[in-house]
């Protein structure tokens, strides 16, 4: 008996864990490596001969997170995201439960082919609106401002939340909705008191999705955006620490791991609502 229990834990362990344990160290060694790179001498980092996944020469430093903060406008750059992110993440939520709940529960000739042009519409590159979308910037005169970044991105944001948010409203009973307009409820109220509640991991899966998307864009921000006051931070690491051939590597790699906070602190607090919201509007 003893040593059916020794060979059934070996064997989770060969066929559980240590793919599990290779899997993590897989993922986290990107992170590892920016934080290693953030903390040598530069004198060490051009150092061909230094063991580069070790602070072998002159031990740490943090003279490239100095520069980050002192020497460039890093916190500007964030709070510039965290401003856009909010913004076009709510906009692009807002109107993607209302279009989600129209399409899933209100019956009107056209439905379906709206529908399947909200899926391409998602399809499409967004690299490829760039062009038509600055016409409509410089047009509304929002060129080299934040609010340029966030009438723009719920055009990506919003199909994605829209088909997201479509397949969960399916999988919920249109009873209880039937059974709140008896008691007075409209289609408004219905929404937000009675189906809302319950589609919260669905919405917190498209929120995550959403500010992800938004957080990490760089194409938009660097072409409708100038001013280094005003850029994103993507933009201003990119644009700021990378001055004709010299790359600024313990510094870009400081920001890119500091920039990478918030979107994991998301996923961290809301990944049990981001598991059952993906897989539940996934299989709708």
Not at 49 to 73: D, S
Request: charged letters at 10%; one cysteine or more; proline letters at 5%.
């Amino acid at each position: 008996m003893t040593r059916n229990v020794a060979l059934q834990s070996c064997r989770r362990f060969v066929i559980v864990y240590l793919p599990l344990l290779a899997y993590t160290l897989f993922a986290l060694f990107p992170v590892y490596y920016m934080l290693i790179t953030s903390i040598k001498k530069d004198s060490e980092l051009y150092q061909l001969k230094a063991n580069p996944l070790l602070v072998t020469l002159g031990g740490f430093t943090l003279e490239h997170y100095k520069l980050l903060f002192k020497e460039t406008l890093f916190a500007t750059w964030m709070l510039n995201s965290l401003a856009v992110c909010v913004a076009s993440t709510a906009i692009s939520i807002l109107v993607g439960l209302l279009a989600a709940y129209g399409l899933s529960r209100l019956r009107f000739r056209g439905r379906r082919f709206f529908a399947f042009v909200i899926f391409v519409t998602y399809l499409v590159p967004y690299s490829l609106l760039f062009l038509p979308l600055s016409r409509v910037v410089a047009w509304l005169h929002l060129s080299d401002s934040l609010w340029s970044l966030v009438v723009t991105y719920p055009t990506i944001l919003v199909p994605f939340a829209t088909w997201l948010l479509l397949g969960y409203f399916r999988g919920i009973p249109e009873e209880i909705e039937q059974s709140a307009m008896i008691d007075g409820c409209n289609r408004l109220q219905c929404l937000f008191r009675v189906v809302l509640p319950v589609a919260i991991p669905g919405v917190v899966c498209a929120v995550l999705f959403a500010f992800s998307m938004a957080w990490n864009d760089l194409l938009y921000a660097l072409v409708f955006i100038s001013p280094a006051d005003m850029k994103t931070l993507p933009v201003g690491i990119v644009t700021e620490l990378i001055r004709g051939d010299v790359y600024y590597w313990g510094s870009l790699m400081g920001g890119a791991l500091i920039g990478s906070i918030p979107v994991v602190l998301f996923y961290v607090f809301f990944m049990d609502y981001y598991v059952s919201g993906l897989t539940a509007g996934a299989i709708k």
